[in-house]
Each structure stands twice: as C-alpha cells, then as structure tokens.
C-alpha cells in the first residue's frame, strides 16, 4: 500500500499557476501509473493527467496544454504544473497510485491508493 501526501494547493486568479506536489511512500511495484485527479463542487471526480513508469503521460482535453505531470523518482515525488489556470479548475486535487498497469490511465477504477487531497481555488 502507498501513502501519498499532496500539497502545494491555493487560491489563485485566473491565468496564474501552481504547483502541486505528491510525496509517496512504501512499495512501488514494477508495473505501475500515478496520476492526478479532481473533484469540483457538485461534480464527480475526474482524472486530469496520469504517468506511467515509462515516463509515457495521459491528459484530459481540458487541461492539454496548460498543466504537465512529471515525476522525480529520486525524491518519490510526483508533480502537477498548472499554467494559465481557469475558474473552472477550481476542485480539490488528489494524487494517486495504480499498481499493475504500464499505462498512464486517467480512469478511476485502476488506482487504490489515494491522497488526502489539496484544494485549489481559481477566482475570475
């Protein structure tokens, strides 16, 4: 099982950028993808951008482009990148871990391992 710890969330206005980090700790299998999910209010969760062990990345039309998922695996710790954020990316932004896929997949179902969350707020 993986512990992962976010963090880097804000409030920021429209056009600005952030930073999240996602510290991970505990057993990393030979095949995995880590990725980035959100939540907004009302909505259900939604994958943003995914990466898989082979460096090979994934991300949601809404947000190519503007945010980069990178990992340093050094320091067991996955990035998110978001430029020119919107109001729309305002959710809470959680980091989690699929064990036994190659694949970078943004869909829910794969990851069982989870982080507390950070909130990110965009105002117009």
């Known amino acids: 099982q993986m512990q992962l710890r976010e963090s880097g969330g804000g409030s920021v206005q429209a056009g600005g950028s952030l930073r999240l980090s996602c510290a991970a700790s505990g057993y990393t299998s030979s095949m995995y993808a880590m990725a980035w999910f959100r939540q907004g209010p009302g909505k259900a969760r939604e994958g943003v951008a995914a990466?898989?062990?082979?460096?090979?990345?994934n991300y949601a039309g809404s947000v190519k482009g503007r945010f980069t998922i990178s990992e340093d695996n050094a320091a067991n710790t996955l990035y998110l990148q978001m430029n020119s954020l919107k109001p729309e990316d305002t959710a809470m932004y959680y980091c989690a871990y699929a064990a036994g896929t190659g694949a970078p997949l943004l869909s829910l179902d794969w990851y069982n391992s989870w982080g507390q969350g950070t909130q990110v707020t965009v105002s117009s």
């Open positions: 990466v898989a062990r082979d460096g090979s990345t």
